[in-house]
């Protein structure tokens, strides 16, 4: 993948690419972001970026060498394929990043690439670090060898070592906006009707966009608008709160989000309806003819609370506010959208 192909973080891909056309991209790298933005995919760009046999400052995906790093990274087997190239995250069943996965890595920093012109490392999870390996591997971040680049990949940059952190270029990634996504999604192969929604679904994270399958998409949205249904006809009564109160209280964190995000659609989408919008705009468009019929039962100003409250609860959950809290917030729709 080039850096054109991956969505989102133009400003990170722009100082990657400016230190590789100058020769010079520093040594030791921290990408730090939250997860599913495309950070081990950048780094792997990086990876091929470095030894592409065409480009100076991007990968072209189609050399031997591109190619192979590519085939590399998709599956372990086939790590024979690129030697310079390697990937250390935390060992089946362990807790940690070892000191023993260190000590590899700092023996094959020192040595010549092997086909390569550049040795690559790139660490997920830096911040799994045991003490020992995070004291271990700053002696290669101190010194670090000049055919050789270290990419730590961390979600929690607090919990890394300052004095790793000090060693390192810091590149910051930010979630991928919702249009960005989009057109991700249908560059490949997605319908647009589809790639929007799953967009607005995908919370910033390009991950959870590509792994969604559409079916269960459906049929978790079903079950959400059968809940959203109830909400209107119930007007917030006490039909619509033991329903709601029910299904949230054997929900997890993430399906309650799921079911905020549903919720925030429709909303939007009433909306749109109400404000006499353009139907390619809708999130939901296969439900248009429901949501006309919903759109209805609320003023605008309430489906505009609505709104508000569920994207209120869609804040805490982002804060990681205890899920209680977050349960009794939802649950306390009783009055949702008054």
């Not at 006490?238 to 995000?261: C, I, S």
């Not at 569920?310 to 959208?337: C, D, I, K, P, W």
Request: hydrophobic share 45%.
């Amino acid at each position: 993948m080039a850096f054109k192909d991956i969505a989102g973080n133009s400003r990170v891909k722009r100082i990657l690419r400016r230190a590789l056309q100058r020769h010079r991209l520093p040594n030791s790298l921290l990408f730090s972001g939250p997860a599913g933005v495309g950070k081990t995919t950048m780094a792997l760009t990086v990876a091929k970026a470095l030894n592409c046999l065409t480009l100076e400052d991007d990968a072209c995906d189609a050399c031997a060498s591109c190619r192979a790093i590519g085939k590399a990274s998709r599956d372990p087997e086939k790590q024979g394929l690129a030697p310079d190239v390697m990937f250390i995250a935390i060992e089946e069943n362990k807790q940690k990043i070892a000191i023993d996965q260190i000590r590899l890595l700092k023996q094959m920093a020192y040595l010549r690439p092997m086909s390569a012109r550049v040795r690559v490392f790139i660490l997920r999870g830096a911040d799994a670090m045991s003490e020992d390996a995070s004291n271990s591997i700053l002696k290669v971040l101190e010194e670090p060898p000049a055919a050789s680049t270290l990419i730590l990949v961390t979600e929690k940059p607090h919990l890394v070592l300052s004095t790793i952190r000090s060693r390192c270029r810091t590149l910051e990634f930010s979630l991928v906006a919702r249009e960005e996504i989009a057109r991700a999604l249908v560059a490949g192969g997605q319908p647009a009707d589809r790639a929007n929604l799953l967009a607005f679904l995908a919370n910033g994270s390009m991950e959870n966009a590509l792994d969604w399958d559409w079916d269960d998409v459906l049929k978790s949205r079903q079950g959400d608008w059968d809940l959203f249904r109830a909400l209107l006809a119930g007007g917030g009564g006490a039909d619509f709160l033991n329903k709601f109160a029910f299904v949230t209280r054997v929900m997890g964190e993430d399906d309650l989000r799921q079911t905020m995000k549903m919720f925030a659609s429709f909303c939007r989408d009433i909306i749109l309806i109400k404000e006499h919008g353009e139907s390619r705009y809708l999130l939901n468009p296969d439900l248009e003819e429901a949501l006309r019929e919903a759109e209805g039962r609320w003023s605008l100003e309430r489906t505009q609370n609505c709104l508000a409250r569920t994207e209120s609860v869609l804040s805490g959950l982002s804060r990681n506010r205890n899920l209680n809290m977050n349960l009794q917030a939802a649950v306390t729709y009783s009055n949702f959208g008054e």
